[in-house]
């Protein structure tokens, strides 16, 4: 008989990293994960502890193990070096994995119908994102908003997720003040626990809305400065072209001297140049097919730029993130004025 074992583990990879990719993902939201970060453990205490099924926990463990993800020896469960590097990068875990996992098994479906959308866990696509942020567009943003005409005071970000942008700027910049804005209920109960542990309630408040809601209601702010941070495709997806131009006129009719910093994605996954970088194939190249299932949608650096013309915008700067974090150029941070 043929020896096909060769040809069948490497046609089973791509099976092994999804189960992977899940099961850690469950390690990190369980608690697993940060339990045994603090010291090694037995699997009587790590289930007690998280109140989690004895026999099934170790189940899960066991398998890691395999996946060299913990270490097991003599009873006691700790992390391996694989395990601690995963760790730093939790929230790409907590935004593809926990927010588009359903979105991944719907795409047949949803190629068969009619445009229906894919559903996704949109809280934890809110706070994975802003734990990706840290990295990149936080940064990008500070850099935006250090090329300001006047320093920032109070800022408003609408689709803050958890709040993390807030926190951060907050903490390195006292004299801030800084509202949210943000739907979903999730990443704000979330946003609230991180601003109570951080000591920023009193210059820190989150509004569970939409960002049409918050502008048809009578909040009475005087931000100088406004975060979009991967929320006007969001807009695009949920009001179309027309409306994106609308909303951004609205805000700056509203708030006429207002810097408007825009972090966006260009979509280049039809360039087969850029996504041959590393980044590209395990980042943006599932990022992109994502967006084409889901209510958003990507548009290039060009077109972004055309639609903030036809919104009366002028670019004041742009920038990327750190090269450091990400070299593909394709995420992209805008500041944004009334033109006259
Ligand atoms: C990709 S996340 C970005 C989170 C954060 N701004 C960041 O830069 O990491 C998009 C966020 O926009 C929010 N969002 C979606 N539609 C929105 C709308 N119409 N108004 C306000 N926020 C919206 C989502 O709930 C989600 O938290």
């Not at 007690?48 to 189940?59: H, K, P, Q, V, Y």
């Not at 567009?137 to 970000?157: H, N, V, Y």
């Not at 975060?227 to 495709?233: E, I, K, N, P, T």
Request: hydrophobic content about 40%.
């Amino acid at each position: 008989m043929m020896n096909i074992e060769q040809d069948l583990v490497a046609a089973l990879e791509p099976i092994r990293q999804m189960t992977l990719a899940i099961c850690v993902n469950h390690f990190f939201e369980t608690g697993v994960y940060r339990k045994l970060e603090a010291g090694e453990c037995d699997l009587d205490t790590l289930s007690r502890s998280l109140d989690l099924e004895r026999a099934r926990l170790g189940g899960l463990l066991g398998y890691l193990r395999n996946e060299n993800i913990v270490s097991h020896d003599k009873g006691v469960y700790a992390l391996t070096d694989k395990a601690r590097l995963l760790g730093r990068y939790s929230a790409w875990y907590t935004m593809l994995v926990g927010g588009y996992t359903e979105t991944f098994v719907q795409v047949g479906e949803c190629l068969k119908g009619q445009g229906k959308w894919a559903t996704r866990d949109v809280g934890k696509v809110g706070i994975g994102s802003c734990g990706i942020s840290h990295y990149d567009a936080i940064p990008l943003t500070q850099r935006l908003m250090a090329k300001m005409d006047t320093p920032a005071r109070t800022l408003l970000d609408l689709g803050c997720g958890n709040a993390m942008y807030l926190v951060e700027f907050c903490k390195t910049m006292p004299q801030l003040r800084a509202y949210g804005v943000e739907p979903s209920r999730d990443a704000c109960l979330s946003a609230e626990r991180i601003i109570a542990a951080e000591g920023l309630s009193d210059r820190i408040k989150v509004i569970n809305k939409s960002v049409r809601d918050f502008l048809e209601g009578k909040e009475d702010l005087k931000p100088d400065v406004m975060v979009l941070g991967f929320v006007l495709h969001e807009i695009l997806g949920q009001e179309g072209k027309a409306g994106v131009i609308d909303f951004l006129k609205t805000v700056t009719a509203r708030y006429p001297a207002i810097n408007l910093i825009v972090i966006e994605v260009d979509n280049q996954a039809a360039n087969p140049t850029i996504m041959e970088h590393g980044l590209a194939k395990a980042y943006y190249n599932p990022y992109y097919l994502i967006h084409e299932f889901t209510e958003q949608r990507l548009m290039t650096d060009a077109w972004w730029q055309s639609l903030y013309e036809e919104a009366g915008l002028k670019i004041v700067n742009h920038d990327y993130p750190d090269e450091a974090v990400d070299s593909t150029r394709l995420e992209i941070g805008y500041l944004l004025k009334r033109r006259g």
